[in-house]
């Protein structure tokens, strides 16, 4: 999985969302996104990414954000940006039977490896 922290933006998880052209599916209580983009017209093929977000500078913990009102907003309470932090992967295929969410997935290689530079490089 390819994984990596874009540093002090002053944007919303909305806004990441669709400068990368992914679209959020879900978000847990934990702060964490869930995010895709399609690369034909059909569900599969997919980049997936889990996407977390804390006050920038606020070192490697993993832990949300006091309020994920920071998080919409993309500021923190100090005026701060924000640190997104990425876990990259593609699936290949849905998973193949009912109540698994097991699949075909890339977890490493050229391919995810081509995808994080282009997220990092339109976000920088």
Do not use: C, W
Not at 5 to 34: C, F, M, W
Request: positive net charge; aromatic residues 8%; hydrophobic residues 30%.
């Amino acid at each position: 999985m390819a994984d990596f922290t874009i540093k002090n933006l002053q944007k919303s998880i909305a806004e990441v969302s669709r400068e990368i052209g992914y679209l959020i599916i879900d978000a847990k209580e934990n702060g964490q996104y869930n995010m895709v983009r399609k690369l034909a017209g059909q569900h599969y093929p997919r980049f997936h990414a889990y996407v977390k977000s804390r006050p920038a500078g606020r070192g490697s913990s993993m832990a949300p954000t006091s309020s994920r009102v920071h998080d919409l907003v993309g500021t923190s309470p100090s005026g701060q940006g924000q640190d997104f932090i990425f876990s990259l992967h593609l699936d290949q295929k849905q998973p193949s039977y009912q109540g698994s969410h097991a699949h075909s997935g890339e977890y490493f290689g050229p391919v995810v490896e081509t995808e994080a530079d282009r997220i990092k490089e339109i976000l920088k």
